[in-house]
């Protein structure tokens, strides 16, 4: 499994979200433009060596399907911090909560995204005062998972990561793969609230900031706000100036409305300790959600030291997105059946003929045959010992 299948079926169709884990799993790609590309060679083309990491580690590949999860507990906060307040998206919470797990030394390092020439740019930080200068930044591509596979690999000390819930879902992988916990501080992704309108989530809305440099000189905020309601003039001036200019193409939707959304099912990531956003709270708060007792447990001490003001909660407005993201449908690739047999093999270790054609619903027959041409081709292994029923089949061993 090289780049170039992660190339054809992640980055090209569109679904890479720019999260950067595949940097950071190999030396030979680099985030350019937000996106993976390869910089030099493919060890597994060039030298033949056994890797396919980018690739396996992808959050992409293999979709999640949701999974109901009952929040520990709900909050909705507002920092009491005025200077925090001004620069907030909303209510300061995270703002809040890194910058005093940094003075305290509960953390000695948190990743987030920057921003460098109006394009958001992960990066580690560790001052508490950085956090607050650095506010209200807009989240997009910005390969937050690579820069921490990187910090995971300077300290031992206890870090964290602030990201989208695909983002979450990756760091659950470096967990595993570092065998170390990370606080997992994520955002509600509002990709596609409004599904049948484009652009009608992060980019064009009341509550939301719009995020273009060049839609902000373009049209007034009264105006947009008229706009998002009529989709009248200048809606459709705006159109034609994205139309008419190919460097604007990549801005045409936000961020959050790009392809690699499209079929996401998590919008409150579920996989972090705490996720935070606007959803269900009033303006000038925001919605925290406690997903484990880490995360509740950080978010009690902060109430306790008297860092927010308690507002109320609509947990209807929060179940009702949920549910709207939740129903969508994932995304399956139209693969080869030796293709599906190899990433099976080696995603998922050591298996069997009926246990690849149940679980890709494939004939029996076909799968022994497509099973067996791998070994062949030596990309995979298998392994027939006395009392097995069926031969084991697995991922090649490196020598």
Not at 10 to 17: E, M, N
Not at 93 to 119: P, R, W
Not at 327 to 348: A, C, G, N
Request: glycine share 8%; hydrophobic share 30%; aromatic share 6%.
């Amino acid at each position: 499994m090289s780049f170039e299948l992660l190339k054809s079926e992640i980055i090209d169709a569109g679904l890479c979200q720019g999260c950067g884990l595949c940097c950071g799993s190999c030396k030979h790609i680099e985030m350019s433009d937000l996106r993976p590309t390869l910089e030099d060679y493919c060890i597994l083309e060039r030298n033949g060596q056994d890797c396919g990491k980018c690739y396996q580690s992808c959050p992409q590949v293999i979709q999640k399907k949701y999974e109901e999860k009952q929040p520990l507990a709900v909050y909705s906060l507002r920092s009491k911090t005025p200077e925090i307040l001004a620069k907030a998206s909303s209510g300061g919470f995270v703002t809040t909560l890194t910058k005093d797990l940094l003075e305290n030394q509960a953390l000695s390092e948190i990743v987030m995204v920057q921003k460098d020439d109006e394009k958001p740019v992960a990066d580690g930080v560790s001052d508490p005062e950085e956090i607050v200068t650095k506010a209200g930044i807009v989240y997009g591509r910005s390969g937050v998972l690579g820069r921490l596979i990187e910090l995971t690999g300077e300290t031992f000390e206890p870090i964290g990561i602030v990201g989208l819930p695909c983002e979450m879902r990756g760091t659950v992988k470096i967990e595993e793969a570092m065998n170390r916990e990370i606080l997992k501080i994520g955002l509600f992704c509002s990709s596609q609230i409004f599904p049948t309108r484009r652009c009608g989530c992060t980019l064009i809305g009341d509550t939301h900031p719009v995020v273009i440099k060049e839609l902000k000189n373009f049209v007034t905020e009264g105006e947009m706000k008229q706009d998002y309601k009529s989709h009248k003039k200048p809606f459709n001036e705006i159109e034609k100036m994205y139309n008419d200019d190919p460097d604007l193409q990549e801005g045409k939707t936000c961020d959050s409305c790009n392809q690699f959304c499209s079929h996401c099912q998590d919008f409150a990531a579920v996989y972090s300790d705490i996720t935070a956003g606007e959803v269900g709270s009033e303006k000038g708060y925001t919605t925290v959600v406690a997903w484990t007792e880490r995360g509740k447990e950080l978010v009690e001490n902060a109430i306790k030291k008297e860092l927010f003001d308690i507002g109320k909660v609509n947990e209807e407005d929060l179940k009702t997105s949920i549910k709207l993201k939740s129903t969508r449908e994932l995304i399956s690739f139209e693969k080869p059946p030796r293709q599906q047999v190899l990433d099976y093999v080696t995603l998922k270790g050591p298996t069997t003929i009926s246990k690849i054609s149940k679980t890709l619903n494939l004939e029996t027959k076909k799968v022994r045959y497509e099973a067996l041409r791998l070994v062949q081709l030596n990309e995979i292994e298998m392994n027939v010992e006395p009392g097995l029923e069926e031969p084991m089949f697995s991922p090649v061993c490196e020598d």
